[in-house]
């Protein structure tokens, strides 16, 4: 495989959990990814272990948990402990063989590992450990981890040495991850030193469980414990949990913020700030930044919901909802043809014509990307007959790649990386564009500006990216310039929620 291929390693957003300690640790897994469906549409798996020394029992597919998961299949999955993933991805490896969790038995006996994020390095490991003679059976980054874990650390079955491997495994891996492990008697959870992702450790009837987001934790009726600190691993066995931190702090933190602005669910906590809340603030922290004299303002739903509320409340110009959204479109509209290219943007949402006819409207959103969504939706508002059509987007223009797991494309098709705010406001046919600043938006989570990634808008990336196929990557990109913006565009599929 040529690792200048960008699809060697394809990007993913993901969502991972785990339960340790209950007897229906697979049905609570089911539910909690079921929460979590939102982080991951691709594919879903869940792994439990029927008893100590039995063989995992696994079951993976292609598509929404609930089509991956018939009932039968849950109750096959027996045991206390149990993790599970669901994955997304859109770089073209829609494959059965990259869905999670992966599971190997080597000789720290069997291992299973569900992953969230993009490690910066994998193509330097995959190359070294191939040539020790490792054989990968995937294409994703993760695999990386597990063969890790089997080559590092003293030999032996125990967990002594499944936990001093992983702390050589995290000592080796670089950018971002947030992981569940099963092993033969123990669960563990790691989080990389940046706190790129989120995972957070909750109780159930004296159970331990492990989530991406807090969301699943309520749909359980668990209790939120903590978050998993950036840099810490939590081992979960018969005497409890035991949180190790076995390298120095770093001097920053990066938490996504794009998890506060567009990925997490709403109604998540991430380090201890509501979602749905923050995104109010930004909401209101646009209005007062980008004010305008207008009769309505208007979400793109569901991603602009609360920012458009926050908006309403400071302006108070009134809130509503014109656009209706269609709750059922599954990953099937992601091959369009030619003939349906752009089919996915009206499929989605429809407008109330009435609602908007005659007026000026104020439309907002979390984000533009390519400006597909922004674009379709101006043109809309004008058939309808809105007198006039303002943008607002409650985060700063997206100039930069993601390399820890958002999937943000190439910096050619990002808009903002290839028009400055005046042109893109004319591509979008709008009578105005506000995007919200950075400041403003980090106030708004409420958490201070050196815990946050914040490479996407200001290309100052915490951890540098160590691949040749990321970095091949990025420069042929900047040989070539700028492709095709509106190329893929009916690709982007809106999350279910
Ligand atoms: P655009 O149409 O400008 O390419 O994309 C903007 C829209 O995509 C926004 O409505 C935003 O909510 C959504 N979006 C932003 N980031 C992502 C992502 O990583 N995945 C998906 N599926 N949608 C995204
Ligand atoms: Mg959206």
Redesign the pocket.
Known sequence: MDPADSAYFPSHECGVFAVYGHPNAAELTYYGLYALQHRGQESAGIVSAPGNSLPFEVHRGMGLVSQVFPEAEIKRLTGTRAIGHVRYSTTGSSNIKNAQPITVTCSKGQLAIAHNGNLVNAGILREELEAQGSIFQTTTDSEIIVHLMAKLGPAGGGPAAREQSIIETLGRIQGAFSLVVMGESEIIGARDAFGFRPLCIGKLDGAYVLSSETCALDLIHAEFVRDVEPGEIVVIDEQGLRSLKPYVPKPRQALCVFEFV?FARPDSTLSGHGVSQARIRMGQALARLHPVEADLVVP?PD?GNYAALGYAEESGIPYGQAFVRNHYIGRTFLQPSQLTRSFGVRVKLNLIKAAVKGKRVIVV??????????RARVVNLREAGAKEVHIRISCPPHRHPCHYG??FPDPADLIANQMDAEAIKKYLGADSLGYLDTASMVRACGLPEDRFCLACFNGDYPVEVKDEADKLRLERHATTGAGPLLDE?DV????LI
């Open positions: 567009y793109i991603s959103d979390d984000s533009i990307v390519r400006g597909t969504t922004a958002i999937d565009a982007w599929q809106e999350h």
